[in-house]
């Protein structure tokens, strides 16, 4: 009897830490050195989500991305890379990954582990985002808006610039 209690116990407390988290951002994930990151802290801001390759013609995107976080990051913004060798642009190491946006671009938003974000083996959160608009990475570089807790997911084709107009006006009315 005494294991059933502490059972449900540990189960409702591991469920009560993320009760208040919206599906869309209830996620786990772990950043390219390995540490862990939890979505479900980021729910209240923006949040620009990008497909990362190393080795792709958009890859000077990583500069504007970079820009725009120190810029707008204690405004609310969150902007996350997500390295992914889905079109084959991407080094197969995390550490080399990681190492390569540091030192070319000056990197330090948060960069997740290399995952999928289309096809068979798409990660959970991605996932989420191609229902959510309908919408899978058709490249490197593809742009994902979400609006604070998820009210909102809007797609961005690689060719959009992360600073664009288009791209603002989805942010700027969620800036502080």
């Known amino acids: 009897m005494k294991f059933f209690y502490m059972f449900f116990l540990l189960v409702g407390i591991n ?20 540490q862990p990151f939890d979505l479900c802290d980021y ?3 923006p949040i620009l989500v990008v497909n990362t390759a190393s ?12 820009a725009m976080y120190k810029r ?15 079109f084959k642009q991407e080094f197969s190491e995390d550490q080399k990954i ?14 997740m582990a290399k995952s999928a974000v289309r096809g068979d083996d798409v990660n959970p959160f991605y996932q989420q985002l191609i ?6 990475p058709k490249w490197n570089f593809y742009k ?12 961005f084709s690689s060719m959009t610039q992360p600073d664009s107009d288009k791209i603002m006006n989805e942010i700027k009315p969620y800036l502080k």
């Open 15 to 34: 469920t009560m830490a993320n009760a208040g988290c919206d599906a869309l951002y209830n996620h786990q994930l772990t950043t390219l050195n390995g």
């Open 43 to 45: 729910q209240d801001r």
């Open 55 to 66: 080795k792709c013609g958009f890859t000077p995107q990583f500069e504007v991305l970079e």
């Open 72 to 86: 707008y990051q204690a405004k609310g913004l969150l902007v996350l890379g997500f390295p992914s060798n889905d």
């Open 98 to 111: 990681g190492d390569f946006c540091k030192m070319t671009y000056g990197v330090e938003f948060p960069m």
């Open 131 to 136: 229902e959510k608009t309908g919408t899978a």
């Open 144 to 155: 994902y808006v979400i609006a604070p807790h998820g009210k909102k997911v809007t797609a």
